[in-house]
């Protein structure tokens, strides 16, 4: 990222400050629980720098409003500083099922332990009994009641992919139109089954595949990779 007004050599060029206007401090703490979070990754080489940084939103020049407010938005930001000096521990997360299932007591659903939910197909262009599953929740989100792939997280050559196994004989499964077209590759018991493609959809529309017909067997496992056509 270049920034023209930093180019050398500076004979006409000025020091310009953080803000050269009071900001409107925020009117939340940055450390409320009950608010949306955010986790923030650096090298923590920068941390001395990054401190030096944050002392200009503890100048009470930096901010709008009357002094009791630019106290409180300055002690907000001193909170943020020894925020950003403490490392988080993100834990292990409990991924859910792919079938959404609210009931207890249906056979169709194994416990989440005893099932490996989200990862990545890394042979996507090979045949059904050929494809390679690698569990990786780090590419998936879950907004609600829909899982997202995180596109720009997918190495190259790198399909994301849904494997899970049912008991069920008849079940449905339901797509999601996001902001880009996507084909979605459906294989049941490694043999392929349907080709979904987004194309034509409007964004938030969802299109519900019907399976019915399998072969008799204790269980069926369902393999589902996303690829951008």
Not at 22 to 41: A, K, Q, Y
Not at 180 to 191: M, N
Request: glycine letters at 4%.
């Amino acid at each position: 990222m270049g920034y023209p007004q930093n180019a050398l050599p500076l004979p006409d060029n000025f020091a310009e400050v953080s803000f050269p206007q009071e900001l409107t401090p925020p009117s939340v703490d940055p450390d409320d629980p009950d608010l949306e979070m955010i986790l923030v990754e650096y090298n923590p080489a920068w941390t001395k720098v990054l401190m030096a940084a944050c002392d200009q939103l503890t100048q009470f020049t930096s901010w709008q409003g009357t002094d009791d407010e630019k106290i409180l938005a300055v002690n907000r930001a001193i909170i943020l500083k020894i925020l950003l000096q403490q490392p988080v521990e993100v834990g292990e997360r409990d991924m859910p099922a792919p079938y959404w299932d609210d009931e207890t007591d249906v056979d169709e659903e194994l416990p989440v332990e005893e099932q490996i939910w989200y990862g990545e197909v890394t042979n996507p262009s090979a045949p059904a009994n050929e494809l390679t599953f690698v569990e990786n929740a780090v590419i998936w989100i879950i907004s609600g009641f829909i899982a997202l792939v995180l596109v720009p997280a997918l190495p190259a050559g790198v399909a994301a992919a849904l494997a899970f196994r049912t008991l069920a004989t008849r079940f449905t499964l339901a797509f999601n139109r996001g902001d880009i077209r996507e084909q979605f590759r459906v294989l049941i018991d490694a043999k392929e089954y349907t080709t979904v493609d987004t194309d034509g959809m409007s964004e938030g529309d969802i299109v519900e595949i019907n399976i019915d017909g399998l072969d008799e067997a204790d269980f069926h496992d369902i393999l589902i990779v996303v690829s951008n056509p």
